[in-house]
């Protein structure tokens, strides 16, 4: 996915989430918990930030909170394998080592 993807997509959720949901919240809520955290804290501060994570479990995406009032950067969530300590957000926009796709959601 090119940064013109990324950005349309994102713009989409921002704006019909009234700024609750998108890559861009997702993006902003994991980089302001990595100050002196090592990496498998800040993942698992972040799946608690937006309500991935329930009694230390992550969970799939079929129990995600299908509403409005779901924390922010909730969503969107795109797992292909379902569980969402392994999905697509947490490997390739949150680790910016893999591609640094994080550069477009400024």
Not at 34 to 63: A, M, P, S, V
Not at 88 to 105: F, G, H, K
Request: hydrophobic share 35%.
């Amino acid at each position: 996915m090119d940064c013109e993807q990324l950005e349309l997509i994102d713009r989409m959720w921002n704006y019909y989430s009234n700024g609750k949901f998108g890559f861009s919240v997702q993006n902003n809520i994991y980089y302001s918990l990595k100050i002196g955290i090592n990496d498998k804290l800040i993942k698992r501060k972040f799946g608690n930030n937006i309500g991935w994570l329930e009694n230390n479990q992550w969970l799939t995406t079929d129990n995600l909170i299908d509403n409005i009032n779901a924390p922010n950067g909730h969503f969107p969530s795109v797992s292909r394998e379902g569980s969402l300590d392994s999905g697509w957000l947490v490997r390739y926009i949150l680790n910016p080592s893999v591609v640094n796709n994080s550069l477009c959601l400024k």
